[in-house]
């Protein structure tokens, strides 16, 4: 082979060494954003189960007729902080919570005492500054995972996602069940 061919080979072997280097930083920059993003989800859950054991323990002695919505929330704030395998068991204990603590703040309407309480309304507020933050945060957190998924399902980064074994992630989503509308009437029933 001349001179100018082998040249040649060797600027293809480099724009094509670039090429994938480039792609696959790609992919590991929209992977590590997924990653960012659910830590960020991680630190304002770990905030609201800090602060159910106190709004729990302050609403108990007023709300003596909701005792199996206390232990339920406490039993699936339990569940959110054990290690899971996966985040979308963590998901769906979060989902999980997230619909029983909904419950709790209507219940509380239901009694006036309650509602005085200098102490619960700040625990009230601080929970629901929390919430807030996390719907913002799963709402970012989504919107990354959107990113990430579509670069590992769409050509070209999919060929550099399969070579290196990159997976789609699940989203942070609410359970069906959490969706529907809370009946009032049946808490009090």
Sequence with gaps: ????????????????????????????????????AFSSIDVMLKRRTDLIPNLVASVKQYMRHEASLLERIT????????????????????????GALGHLRIAMDAYPNLRANDHIQQLQAVLYETEEQISAARRAFNATVLDYNNAVDMFPYKVIANMNNFQRRAYFEIPEADRQNVDVGKLFA
């Design 75 to 98: 039993s699936l704030r339990n569940t959110a902080v054990s290690p899971v395998s996966t985040s979308e068991q963590r998901f769906q204990a979060e989902g999980l919570l997230f």
């Design 1 to 36: 082979m001349d001179v100018p061919t082998v040249a040649l080979i060797v600027v293809i072997g480099l724009a094509g060494a670039l090429v994938w280097a480039s792609l696959y930083n790609t992919v590991v920059g929209r992977r590590n954003a997924v990653d960012n």
